[in-house]
Each structure stands twice: as C-alpha cells, then as structure tokens.
C-alpha cells in the first residue's frame, strides 16, 4: 500500500481515494462516481474518520493556548516540525522505534514551548493581540529556517514498513489508525488532567475569568507559561505522529496549520471536544470532497461550512459548552 507514505498532507488520503476502487475489486464504467457502492462508502468513511482524528489531534494545542491566553499561536505548525525531525533524528540516531521516542518528543516540545513563552510571549502578554500575531508568526520563520538549513527541503520519511489491514471488505491504513489512536489517548488525557489535577483547575480558572483567578490566588503568568508550554507539547505529540504515516519537510506544518485553524473555530474556540468534532468535519468534507469533487475544490466546500457555522452559530459547533 504505497499510499500509506504520501509525500505531503493530504496526498496520502488522495492518492488512497482513487486507489479504493482497485483496492476494492472496481468499478462498473457505466456505474456513476455519484453512487458508489456500499464497499466503497464504508472505506471513504474509513478515510475521513482517520484524517478527522489527526487534524483535531492537531487542533488541540491550538485551541488550548487561545482558550486560557486568548493568543493565537501562529507557531504551532512549526513546532509540529520540530517534533517531527527531532522523532527521526532521534530514531536514525539510536536505532530506537519512533513509537517508543514519542515520550521524547513531546518533553522537548514543552522545555522549546516554555522557553518561547519567557522569551517572546511573556513580555507582551498584555499588548494587542496583532503584537501577539507578529511574534508568534517571527517564531515560526526562525523556526523553519532552522529546519530547514539543518536538514534541507527535500522530503525525507521513516522506514517504518507499515502496511494496512482489512476488516470487513475495508481497507485500514495502520500508521494513521495508530496517530487516531494516539490523539483520542491524548484527548482523553488532556481532559482528565484539566478536570482531575489542582494545575489543572487553575487553568480552567484561568481560562473562565483571569482577573478573578489572580484575585483567588492563582499565579496567572505561571499558569499561561505552563499552558503555552502544554500547548507545544501536544503540538509535538502530532508531529511526533506525522512521520509514522507520510515523509516530512520543513513546510509541512504551515499545511497543517491552515486547516487546523479551521477545525478550532469551527468546533468552538477553547473547546476540546469541539476540536476533535470540528476534525471530523474537515477530514469528512476533505475525503468525499477529494472522491467526488474536481482537483482541490472541497477547499472551497470546507471554507463553505466554515462560514456557514459562523453565521449560524459563531461561537462553533461546541463553543459555550462545557468540557467537564
């Protein structure tokens, strides 16, 4: 299954869309693309449940630093390649599987996302957020440079041999049902940390009223610097998973990105769940898009949705709902 290790986001998905026809013994020319059969349902719903889970797993750093700091992290996808070239390296390096240097990756993505918060975020904290936007988007220039001089452009991947397996007549990619895996663990415990721990509450406090939580005590800088920090390390929890399923370059998280800012406004700015639903959405919209629509045109049929929600509820599918 050559698909399994695209070239660039998305590409796995498209070229494992037009493959579902072979793959599943093919079509009828006569047959329109409109009526697909139940076989072929069933494994583009397969696709999209797959690529909706990495993007809302993509989402959740972005949707927790906004929803405590009210900062847009234009930085994000940057610190995803951080975490993936750092996971390859490291696995190169040591001969170690990248499953067991995940852990790896995600500490070094909160020590880089601490120290970015102190040195960057910190001082300007209170300015306007287009100061915010500047800053964060000067971090992700530095930090693509720098991936890019240490390990050039060209796309490089991991060797992992991973193939798929059929369940029922239905073709499932193993590298991304493993990244699907990874994000509902890492959702789960997002949440079970924000509910269960007393940092947690303090966030959550944060979050809810950030006067009121300095007027209770709460050491609001020390909860936005671990919250940013938090924030990067999710991020370099979906880059650590990004190599597991296609080859890597140093723009790759820019690609990301720009869908994940969508899946975050969509499902509801600050909420977790509405990060995963919101995924889901896009990765659905994306995957049938890409089967029944011409060249990239589900992209206006995304941004379609994503306007439509807005007008219709603009706090997002989840905004306003309770994560507990």
Not at 114 to 135: C, F, H, K, M, S
Not at 305 to 319: A, H, K, S
Request: aromatic share 10%.
């Amino acid at each position: 299954m050559d698909w399994c290790f695209a070239s660039s986001r998305g590409e796995w998905i498209a070229s494992a869309v037009m493959a579902v026809p072979s793959q599943l013994g093919g079509l009828d020319a006569t047959v329109p693309l409109s009526l697909p059969g139940p076989a072929i349902l069933a494994q583009y719903l397969v696709f999209a449940v797959l690529l909706g889970g990495i993007y809302g797993l993509v989402a959740l750093g972005l949707t927790m630093i906004f929803g405590v700091m009210d900062v847009i992290n234009f930085a994000h996808g940057a610190l995803m390649v951080v975490a993936m070239y750092a996971l390859m390296t490291a696995s190169r390096m040591s001969g170690v599987s990248p499953f067991l240097l995940i852990p790896l990756a995600i500490a070094l993505l909160f020590i880089l996302g601490v120290g970015i918060y102190r040195a960057t975020i910190a001082p300007i904290i209170d300015a306007p957020q287009e100061n915010q936007l500047i800053v964060t988007f000067g971090v992700l220039l530095i930090l693509t440079s720098i991936v890019q001089i240490l390990f050039g452009s060209d796309p490089q991947k991991l060797e992992l041999g991973l193939g798929s397996f059929r369940v029922a007549g239905v073709f499932v990619p193993e590298g991304q049902l493993y990244a699907l895996i990874i994000a509902v663990i890492a959702l789960a415990a997002t949440w079970l940390f924000l509910q269960r721990t007393m940092v947690g509450r303090a966030i959550r406090g944060t979050a809810d009223n950030r006067d009121g939580a300095q007027y209770v005590g709460i050491d609001v800088p020390r909860v936005d610097m671990l919250t940013f920090g938090i924030g990067a390390a999710l991020a370099g929890l979906a880059g650590a998973v990004v190599p597991l399923f296609q080859s890597i370059t140093p723009s790759l998280g820019d690609q990301y990105l720009i869908n994940a800012f969508v899946v975050v406004v969509l499902g509801g700015l600050g909420s977790f769940p509405g990060a995963f639903v919101g995924g889901l959405v896009i990765g659905f919209i994306q995957v049938f898009g890409l089967a029944f629509l011409e060249g990239s045109t589900y992209q206006i049929l995304i941004f379609l949705v994503f306007i439509l929600v807005l007008l219709v509820r603009p706090e997002g599918l989840l905004g306003g709902a309770s994560d507990g």
